[in-house]
């Protein structure tokens, strides 16, 4: 019989049960999809459903998944997925949603120590040949709705479900580099005997107007489009760990760019000083990240962006490849194993970086803008994507193609009517 969505869905879990939190936290991320609000009742005879392995009217909970991953603290997403990019139950036909839902939202094939070295890249970052989303071929796939909507349909018997919403696009721009563009455009220009194009940059570094010192272009062309987006910036221009370069830039010169921007971010450094730290060299207040070069590790990323009272982190994103890394289309709060409670802070995925497509995957530069729209084509509903576009990247010398790539993508999300969303607003939206 299917429930009428018009009244509250309530819901028992057996509390002593070491299912019991992380079962809660995985149906509250039904919220966005049901039209009426899950309740937790700590009465059986009062609830929709029973999640209790010892009781015969309850709903299927993999007990074994649960205890190896809460108590054994196994985290390999071999030890759990062996032919598909989904857990099985005991019997090993029976798909395991919530198990699966719960494992992927939170990257736990993330959490492994550092004794497993083959995963991690020469920066410290896991790598993406080493996660279960490129050993299913699944990384494009929003497989957490996926499993939601299945086991609401399987489980619950639910088939109602709330009208989809078209996607919102978080658009940003990390602020490595003004100071670069003499040196690097100037090599580009030198080997392509474009002296005048030297002569122009030269004459740019005299009147302080580095090429690559364009705010205030990048920030009118999304206002002509009616959009919105933050810039990240880096707190120090000190040598960070793996010898990553940080900012080139100065404080002073943050303070002078930021005139141009209305929404500003901490660009976390790969230096060992804390978020808090850094943010005290800034000179605004912000409660928004992301981690350069996107170095960090999870769960160590957690701790650190709660520890310094952020609200928003927007770092998990793979460098190599786009698509979603903990395949889940929305902005989350990640599980806290130490509370048994989420997180305070909200993370927001990070789909689409254009040095994934000049750098890693090497894409043809008139291919870019066709690749990114046919992403969100596949994922046009019920999301948050998130593209990031350095400043480098609106420059026409090293660079050059991928500005009017970024153009390309823009015009298709304003004729697609995807409107952009700031930070204040995924709070507002995702906090609960």
Wanted: glycine share 4%.
């Amino acid at each position: 019989m299917a429930i009428n969505l018009a009244f509250m869905i309530k819901v028992f879990i057996n509390q002593e049960a070491v299912y019991y939190k992380p079962l809660v936290y995985t149906l509250k991320l039904l919220n966005p999809y049901l039209d009426s609000e899950i309740i937790f009742s700590k009465n059986k005879e009062h609830a929709n459903f029973i999640f209790d392995h010892t009781d015969k009217e309850s709903k299927d909970v993999n007990v074994d998944f649960f205890h190896s991953i809460i108590i054994e603290k196994k985290y390999g997403f071999e030890y759990y997925f062996k032919n598909e990019p989904i857990i099985l139950h005991r019997c090993k036909i029976k798909k395991d949603y919530l198990g699966t839902v719960f494992y992927l939202v939170n990257c736990l094939q993330e959490y492994e120590t550092d004794s497993f070295n083959h995963n991690y890249d020469n920066f410290g970052r896991f790598k993406f040949e080493r996660s279960l989303q490129f050993r299913y071929n699944c990384i494009e796939e929003n497989l957490v709705e996926k499993y939601l909507i299945e086991f609401c349909k399987e489980e619950l018997k639910i088939n109602e479900f709330r009208e989809k919403k078209l996607a919102k696009v978080f658009l940003s721009h990390d602020i490595d580099s003004v100071n670069g563009s003499l040196l690097q455009d100037g090599k580009w220009a030198f080997k392509k005997g474009r002296f005048d194009i030297v002569l122009k940059l030269i004459f740019n570094e005299v009147i302080n107007k580095p090429h690559w010192k364009n705010i205030d272009y990048i920030n009118k062309i999304h206002s002509e489009k009616g959009l919105e987006s933050a810039f990240f910036w880096l707190a120090t221009n000190e040598e960070g760990r793996f010898s990553v370069k940080n900012a080139d830039y100065q404080i002073k010169d943050v303070k002078e760019l930021t005139q141009y921007s209305q929404i500003n971010g901490i660009h976390k450094s790969s230096c060992e000083k804390s978020i808090k730290t850094e943010l005290e060299l800034l000179p605004f207040p912000t409660f928004i990240n992301r981690h350069h070069f996107l170095m960090f590790k999870i769960p160590e990323l957690w701790g650190e962006v709660e520890n310094s009272n952020l609200k928003l982190d927007a770092s998990l994103g793979f460098a190599e490849r786009y698509g979603f890394r903990n395949s889940f289309g929305l902005p989350f709060r990640p599980y806290n194993f130490s509370t048994g409670e989420a997180y305070s802070f909200i993370e927001v995925p990070l789909n689409i970086m254009d040095g994934t497509f000049q750098k890693y995957m090497k894409v043809p530069i008139e291919n870019t803008a066709d690749t990114i729209i046919n992403f969100f084509e596949k994922n046009k509903y019920n999301t948050v994507l998130s593209i990031l576009w350095h400043n480098t990247f609106f420059t026409n010398y090293k660079y050059k193609g991928y500005l009017d790539q970024y153009k390309k993508v823009l015009t298709y999300l304003v004729e697609s009517k995807v409107n952009s969303i700031t930070p204040d607003e995924i709070i507002r939206i995702y906090e609960s």
